[in-house]
């Protein structure tokens, strides 16, 4: 059976476009109307996902050129600052939904987008997914452990993950549930630009160019402060002299996102860097909506899958009253149990019972079914009095029709329904669901020293949020050690870490390596308390910060950094000053709520005004300036004008908390912990730092073992850090050290010096670990000697004194110069020489000496590699000299 031209029309595809010059033409079905289309079910677009198709824009020529010479490549070229990168697309991945290279000097950056075949299940959250990952091998290296392939993120990775995220989420449509995937990979790193802002603007033109159905194109730029100049895009050395780093992404109209941190740099100041950066993405997203008109793919705009527009106002009807009351219970756990149980009563009510609407509760059609029934069923047959055939209407009243909806759009419909109400709440009745009003903060309060075996401790609390924080000092060892694309080995010696329970929340849950936004506010906090530590020569402590939130309800990450301050002050550190953060919230649309219309500003905002809400603006510092600050937007930007409000509104709310924690009781110690260690650090020449080391570290170690220190660090520059438990085994360990590294001086007495060999022309005799001097044996006795072994032997100690150094470096010492009973005539030969800095004194004033020495080496410790050595070497000399006045004496 052959088929006719409408058949082979439903079973053939359809012609491309260049070959409709084929011998017949199938007739055109005019596609579905409008109201057609929109009356299919959902699960049937579920089941049926729309194909993808990418649109081919690329002009003659390139396609002329991708047949001959392999895939077509388009690329483009953006200025960004004082350089411009390239993006390119096309000739890599192309199986990808979309991919980019984008090159900035030697820095090559790739990254892909690809979506699922068939979408997930409807849920309020997004479902995307940023891999980010710098390759070893694109600085010409390979992994120093025993591992060498990259395997799980690295701390900074996962930040540069939150950082591509966060502006790309709020451009994503509204019932679009295919699973987006985005990878990128630093390929090539030349160490002067940063891939980081690449890796946002990559995956914003790696979007752009995709099926994704993105509301707005994105770009990110990172703005340094340098000589009072904003600079886009600084290069790493330029970073190492800015005032700011700032990490911002937005589109050609608003702001979506800003993170970074800086030097109690004013608000003004900060609103001025955010303007130069919206300048610059602007003109990046100009040039990518370029490059999308030419290449870029279909947007899938028929696979956005909303609830039914009918069921927002059944899920009010039900709903309201109880939900208006619920929003008003002030404490969060009664709260969040109240609305559960309305969730429930809701679904409930939608999916399994049926909802029968007040609107066609007042009049119904029913169905002719419904109304006309077949005689048989119900009538009474009684002496053929009833005709065959015969229709009878049935004397019931009309019942309108139940509905039924999905659970999940019932869960979806309420959530929105909840925030609606709650934001009606705030800009309507003035009060938020715990009654403060929008600039109003919660009660706070805190206190220090709660551990007494941590070195610093306080615990904060404000409103429902609650957090421990824990400090720990130690030496160099305890430092981080971060392995990057750099070929150098980094360490910070300072850090904090973030812990988010379940707990802190009243749930059940996971417990294992930390979360990403466990990660993310960790650093937030860090960046806070890190402009206010004192300089690593003042302090030389390496600080490790634990912040556990016991109890959460907004604004966590800010609580971190009030008890951080705390904690820090109470374990001794010296800061500069204190600091506090603060959380700011947004109602941007109040004009639908019955406003003004003008943005509503929340401060210190809960857990559900955070999830309700348009901002969440994190802002730490004191009342003259920021030290750090994050922001992001949960719908498409906000204007300079908004966030300037917001920044203001947070330098009063800091002020505020700061005063409530001058009220801490008990109130920080400021004072080092007993129970912390003690550093001690000293300064010998560089040229005398293997000395300390030894051959393969045989010196240093056999110190550590004999005076029980914990450790000893040492510097090219010759910094030697000592990290003790008490102060016998530091001042053993000095000693030691400053013996070694020494500079001898002609006129030094060192005393009870073994003799270490005799030779037949005198003894050597060791003033210090390592140095070895000739004393003659004209100057080992005050009489004549025939031979040394006469009246000395190996191992005896004597006391001796410099009188020479030679060309060589060779040190001849004296003993017969220390004697009571030395002529005259060798004395006066020394003063008039000039070698000897003082007259040999008397046993008994060389008792004194050496006992008032220890008590000028208390007062005053030694700032030069020299003085640290000479007043060292004399309290080490004093000891035994002081011991054997004393058996004189007796």
Request: aromatic fraction near 4%; proline fraction near 6%; charge should be negative.
């Amino acid at each position: 059976m052959l088929a006719g031209p409408a058949a082979l029309h439903l079973l053939l595809p359809a012609p491309p476009p260049h070959r409709r010059h084929l011998a017949f033409a199938l007739p055109q079905h005019p596609a579905p109307p409008l109201h057609a289309r929109a009356a299919c079910s959902r699960r049937a677009r579920r089941r049926a996902p729309p194909q993808r198709h990418g649109v081919a824009r690329a002009s003659a020529a390139v396609a002329e050129e991708a047949s001959s010479s392999g895939p077509a490549k388009f690329s483009v070229r953006i200025p960004v600052g004082d350089r411009e990168i390239l993006v390119e697309t096309g000739h890599i991945g192309r199986q990808a939904s979309a991919s980019v290279m984008v090159t900035d000097g030697e820095t090559i950056l790739y990254c892909s987008v690809c979506l699922s075949d068939t979408p997930n299940d409807p849920s309020d959250f997004f479902p995307l997914s940023v891999h980010y990952q710098e390759r070893l091998s694109a600085a010409g290296r390979t992994s120093g452990g025993f591992f060498k392939r990259e395997g799980k993120a690295k701390d900074h990775e996962v930040l540069v993950c939150r950082l591509i995220d966060r502006p790309l989420r709020p451009t994503m449509p509204k019932g679009f549930y295919y699973e987006t995937q985005i990878l990128s990979w630093v390929f090539s790193y030349d160490g002067i630009h940063s891939p980081d802002c690449l890796a946002i603007t990559a995956a914003g033109i790696a979007v752009a160019l995709s099926e994704i159905p993105n509301k707005q194109t994105i770009a990110g730029v990172r703005i340094g402060l340098i000589n009072g100049q904003f600079v886009i895009n600084p290069t790493t050395e330029q970073m190492e002299n800015s005032e700011l780093d700032l990490m911002m992404a937005g589109t050609d109209s608003a702001i979506l996102m800003i993170e970074g941190y800086c030097d109690f740099l004013t608000e003004e100041k900060l609103l001025e860097a955010v303007e130069a950066g919206q300048v610059a993405i602007r003109e990046i997203c100009k040039a990518i909506d370029v490059l999308v008109q030419s290449c870029g793919k279909k947007k899938m705009v028929d696979a956005i899958n909303l609830p039914p527009p009918e069921l927002y106002r059944h899920v009010e009807d039900i709903s309201g009253d109880e939900l208006v009351k619920a929003l008003q219970i002030k404490e969060k756990i009664p709260r969040r149990k109240a609305l559960s149980a309305l969730e429930d009563k809701v679904i409930t009510i939608l999916s399994e019972q049926g909802y029968v609407s007040k609107d066609s509760s007042l009049g119904v059609t029913e169905s002719l079914d419904d109304i006309v029934e077949d005689e048989d069923e119900d009538e009474v047959i009684v002496d053929g009095e009833v005709d065959e055939g015969d229709v009878h209407i049935k004397p019931v009243s009309r019942k309108p029709p139940r509905q039924l909806f999905a659970e999940v759009d019932v869960k979806l419909v309420f959530k929105e329904v909840s925030s609606k109400y709650l934001r009606r709440r705030i800009v309507e009745g003035g009060k938020r669901s715990d009654g403060r009003s929008p600039w109003e903060l919660r009660p706070i309060n805190s206190q220090c020293g709660l551990l007494p075996r941590a070195h610093g401790s306080a615990l904060f609390t404000r409103g429902e949020t609650q957090s421990l924080a824990v400090v720990t000092l130690g030496g160099y060892q305890m430092a981080q050690r971060i392995d990057n694309l750099v070929d150098t080995e980094e360490s910070k010696s300072f850090y904090l870490q973030y812990s988010f329970p379940p707990s802190c929340v009243g749930e059940v849950g996971r417990i294992g390596a930390p979360s990403r936004r466990e990660i993310g506010h960790g650093m937030l906090a860090e960046r806070a308390l890190e402009q206010i530590l004192p300089p690593e020569e003042d302090f030389p402590y390496t600080i490790r910060v634990e912040s556990t939130i016991t109890e959460s309800n907004g604004s966590s990450s800010m609580a971190s950094v009030c008890g951080g301050c705390l904690a820090l002050q109470d374990a001794g550190v010296p800061i500069k000053f204190p600091v506090a953060g603060i959380a700011m919230g947004l109602v941007l649309d109040t004009q639908e709520f019955g406003g003004d219309g003008s943005p509503l500003i929340l401060s210190d905002i809960t857990g559900a005004e955070d999830a309700s809400g348009d901002m969440d603006l994190k802002v730490a510092g004191n009342e003259s300036g920021i030290t750090a600050f994050q922001m992001d937007i949960k719908v498409v930007g906000i204007t300079l004008p908004v966030m300037e409000q917001a920044l203001l509104q947070a330098r009063d709310g800091r002020q505020h908390i700061l005063n409530e924690m001058s009220k801490s009781s008990p109130p920080p110690s400021k004072a080092l912990s007993r129970h912390a260690p003690l550093i001690h650090v000293m300064k010998v020449k560089p040229n005398k730092v293997n000395l300390i080391i030894g051959s393969g570290g045989k010196t240093i170690k056999s110190i550590i073992e004999e005076t029980g220190v914990d450790a000893i660090d040492t510097g090219d520059d010759g910094t030697v850090k000592i990290t003790a438990r008490d102060l016998s085994s530091l001042e053993k360990s000095k000693t030691i050290i400053a013996n070694l590294t020494m500079v001898p001086k002609v006129g030094e007495i060192y005393r009870n010096c073994e003799i270490k060999s005799i030779a037949p022309y005198g003894a050597f005799v060791e003033i210090a670990p390592g140095r070895e001097g000739l004393c003659h044996i004209s100057e080992l006795s005050s009489g004549w000697l025939a031979k040394a072994e006469d009246a000395f032997k190996v191992g005896d100690r004597i006391d001796v004194k410099l009188i020479e150094i030679n060309d060589k470096g060779q040190l001849r010492l004296s003993s017969r110069a220390l004697l009571p009973d030395a002529d005259s005539e060798s004395n006066s030969k020394q003063q008039s020489s000039g070698s000897t800095k003082e007259k040999a004194p008397q046993k008994d004033d060389l008792i004194k000496m050496t006992t008032r020495r220890p008590k000028r080496k208390k007062q005053s410790e030694p700032s030069g590699a020299e003085n640290a050595t000479t007043k060292t070497l004399e309290k080490s000399a004093a000891a035994p000299a002081t011991s054997q006045g004393s058996e004189t004496a007796t």
